[in-house]
């Protein structure tokens, strides 16, 4: 099964967490990442925070804009990122489970577009948010990754995901970003169409 | 459900998907078959879970004979959750680049496009009241569903938003108390009428409808995120057309003009707040 997006999800202790495993992605990692950390209506400056924590280049995608394998993109705060075809769509829709962003959002429009080929992490966080995004990631025949509760900063999410879904593997923080560098390596050069 | 089953199950749904928006706008005449993907289908789930109907199909056969059904859709599509001065930094560069030339102005016509229930209108009314511009000021306050419109008509938000939106009113340079604006009523709070005496509230299709007056500004913040980029490109010469020369026009912080028909066409007056200026 050739990957094509990770998308990560975490909220409380994610800041943390996203300084651990952000900057141990390899230089060449072959796959987009997109993120969405919950996070408050001011929190403007958190882009150029994780850039500083991370060697591929992190931003904040625009409406529309295309989505490119070795960058990360973090989702804008007061809204929902969803995937689509060709790119990335940005909504003000209601909050999800109070979350605008909302880990469950971003999920299942990725699992829509990319069916099995989508890499889902939970990473550490306080409420429930993911879960069911990361059931809809299995169920298409993607892989499901989630951070060991038992080390988390906060555990619910990664309990509620591994609650919610027969998950691929349970790994402590520090092995999460080398896990995702093998499974890319594996991959070279893999894109939709293929 | 085996992962090939489930994924033949998406495209049956984007099938059905297809047919709903096609019955949708042959008859009714509301065309969201160029709106983005993703979120159209979000939405219309979300809208069957609450009907409790299970598939597409079914709903669309709820949605074509049932003029109520259709209009609890129509308002599942249109609502945008948005606050008062959302992205303060917006209205505090409004306040410094966009209100000096407006004081130049004998009259001034905005045109609010996409305001749905209203948050930011208001928003609007108090800065130019703030700044002394209101009385000269007319504001088109423009959605495609009444029962939107019937909400920022009525200009009744809850209590509870108040703390967040006062905290946006002083960031975007607000000039007196928040809480002047409006009266506390058990849960809500309901603006003050002569905030809107100069708005007019009207349906407008951005999709469907065409240029309807000549404006000196058009905002259309996180209304065009919704459509796709052919209906993206149909609406920036829909607005381009209805703008005066050096009219402002300004959109929502993650969009951008660069890759429209029109980016050649502005100025950028601010690039962060995303605030332009018609030069040609």
């Known amino acids: ?71 990360v993109y973090l989702a804008p705060r007061d809204y929902h990122l969803l995937i689509e075809r060709d790119g990335f769509a940005l909504s003000t829709e209601a909050p999800v489970g109070y979350a605008r962003p909302s880990v469950n959002v971003l999920f299942e429009s990725a699992a829509d577009i990319y069916q099995g080929h989508v890499v889902g992490v939970i990473l550490t966080g306080a409420n429930a948010d993911g879960a069911r995004g990361l059931a809809k990631i299995k169920a298409y025949g993607g892989l499901c990754v989630v951070e060991d509760p038992a080390g988390a900063e906060s555990r619910g999410m990664p309990q509620a995901a591994i609650a919610a879904t027969k998950v691929d593997a349970i790994l402590p923080l520090r092995e999460i970003a080398p896990f995702l560098n093998q499974l890319c390596q594996h991959e070279p050069g893999s894109s939709y169409a293929s | ?206 999709v469907t409808d065409g240029s309807f007056n000549e404006f000196h500004v058009i905002l259309c913040r996180n209304v065009m995120i919704y459509f796709n980029k052919a209906l993206q490109e149909r609406v920036h010469n829909l607005i381009y057309d209805s703008l005066s020369m050096f009219g402002v026009f300004g959109l929502g912080n993650k969009e951008s003009l660069k890759f429209t028909p029109r980016a050649d066409f502005y100025d950028k007056l601010d690039s962060r707040d995303k605030l332009y200026r018609k030069v040609r």
């Open chain 1, 1 to 71: 099964m050739a990957f094509e997006i990770v998308v990560v999800g975490t909220s409380y202790g994610g800041l943390a967490a996203l300084q651990v495993v952000l900057p141990a992605l390899a230089p060449d990692f072959g796959l987009p990442v997109v993120v969405v950390q919950h996070r408050g209506k001011d929190t403007d400056n958190l882009c150029e925070f994780l850039q500083r924590h991370c060697a591929l280049p992190l931003a904040e995608p625009n409406d529309k804009e295309a989505i490119a394998p070795g960058r």
């Open chain 2, 1 to 206: 459900m085996s992962a090939a089953l489930q994924s033949d199950q998406t495209q049956l749904e984007d099938i059905e998907i297809a047919l709903l928006l096609e019955g949708l706008y042959r008859v009714y005449g509301f065309d969201f078959r160029d709106y983005s993907p993703a979120s159209i289908k979000r939405r219309i789930l979300e809208r069957m879970r609450a009907e409790k109907i299970a598939t597409v199909s079914a709903y669309q056969d709820c949605v074509l004979h049932d003029d109520a059904c259709m209009e609890r859709l129509l308002v599942g599509l249109s609502v945008h959750v948005t606050s008062m001065f959302r992205d303060p930094s917006f209205y505090l560069t409004f306040r410094q680049k966009v209100v000096p030339i407006l004081r130049t102005y004998p009259t001034v016509r905005i045109w609010h496009a996409g305001c749905s229930t209203g948050e930011e209108v208001y928003s609007m009314a108090i800065l130019l009241q703030e700044e002394g511009l209101y009385r000269k000021c007319v504001i088109y306050a423009t959605d495609i569903s009444r029962e939107v419109l019937r909400k920022a008509r009525e200009g009744i938000f809850p209590l509870a938003a108040m703390q967040e939106y006062t905290g946006n009113y002083m960031k975007a340079g607000g000039k007196h108390e928040f809480s002047d604006y409006y009266t506390a009523h058990y849960d809500n709070v309901i603006f003050h009428p002569a905030l809107k005496t100069n708005v007019v509230f009207s349906e407008h299709n951005l």
